[in-house]
């Protein structure tokens, strides 16, 4: 089983950045295309980034609010994969999770098979 530990939220201010980070363990880390996804509570758990598998080159992707502000890496050499949010807004205030899986569709969070627990970002405006 791989395990996924996120942490880095917190509350900040709008137009401030955080970076969230996602620790992976039981598992070569480097198998796994990640995803990042956020729920606020009562809606749907919504795509935020992902990052393919570091094979002949990486790719990531993101959703069309986020694009230009967040950035995916990757790091395998520490199994841990990060999210660079800057110029954060409110409207970006939810529950951030972590997730892993093949990495075909990358944007259906029924795609991935690891969960984290979430960390929580809230973005004061």
């Known amino acids: 089983q791989l395990q996924l530990v996120e942490s880095g939220g917190g509350f900040v201010q709008a137009g401030g950045s955080l970076r969230l980070s996602c620790q992976a363990s039981g598992r070569p880390f480097n198998r796994y295309a990640a995803g990042w996804f956020r729920q606020e509570p009562g809606k749907e758990r919504e795509f935020v980034a992902a990052i393919s598998r570091n094979v002949v080159k990486i790719t990531t992707y993101y959703a069309d609010d986020v694009q230009d502000r967040f950035t995916i890496s990757r790091d395998d050499t520490a199994n841990t994969v990060y999210l660079q949010m800057n110029r954060l807004k409110a409207d970006d205030s939810a529950r951030y999770f972590c997730?892993?899986?093949?990495?075909?569709?990358?944007?259906?969070?029924?795609?991935?098979?690891?969960w984290g627990q979430g960390t929580q970002v809230t973005v004061s405006s």
């Open positions: 997730a892993a899986g093949p990495g075909v569709r990358f944007r259906r969070k029924d795609e991935y098979n690891y």
